[in-house]
């Protein structure tokens, strides 16, 4: 709810306002474009930049299970309001690639990618498979 809040505070409100990049806090420009007089404005911050690693490791899913991701853990959280993602990460042990779009009401497609010589414990709802080096288009029930 706060990644899609376009009011403040809310990811979406800086978004709104014209930000390109993420600021030192929900409020450093107000609704009438002005900066903040309070103080303590930067408008480039990392203060809560972790939305990014967020995004990585729960909407996308990607997690580490092995130095250098040889080996990685992909539970993706979908997220209906979303309608879907795409996602790339590089790493030390090559691009890893995760998408997933709701084909209908009741299923979802993940398409995953894992770098050469590498590979992901796949987990969603009571599902888990083991995938190897290569391109996979999964199609699930939604049941959780």
């Known amino acids: 709810s706060l990644l899609l809040n376009e009011k403040m505070p809310g990811w979406l409100y800086e978004v709104k306002m014209g930000a390109t990049t993420i600021w030192e806090r929900w409020n450093s420009v107000m609704p009438d474009g002005k900066i903040n007089p309070e103080g303590m404005n930067s408008l480039n911050h990392y203060s809560y930049g972790s939305i990014a690693a967020w995004m990585y490791q729960e ?37 890893y690639q995760i998408s997933w779009k709701y084909k209908s009401e009741n299923t979802i497609v993940f398409d995953i990618k894992i770098p050469f010589g590498c590979e992901a414990e796949f987990c969603y709802c009571n599902m888990s498979r083991k995938l190897y080096s290569g391109k996979y288009m999964i199609e699930e029930k939604l049941q959780c």
């Open 59 to 95: 909407l996308a899913g990607i997690k580490i299970k092995e130095a250098g991701y040889k080996k990685v853990k992909i539970a993706p959280r979908p997220e209906k309001r979303l309608g879907f993602i795409q996602c790339c990460m590089d790493t030390a042990s090559g691009r």
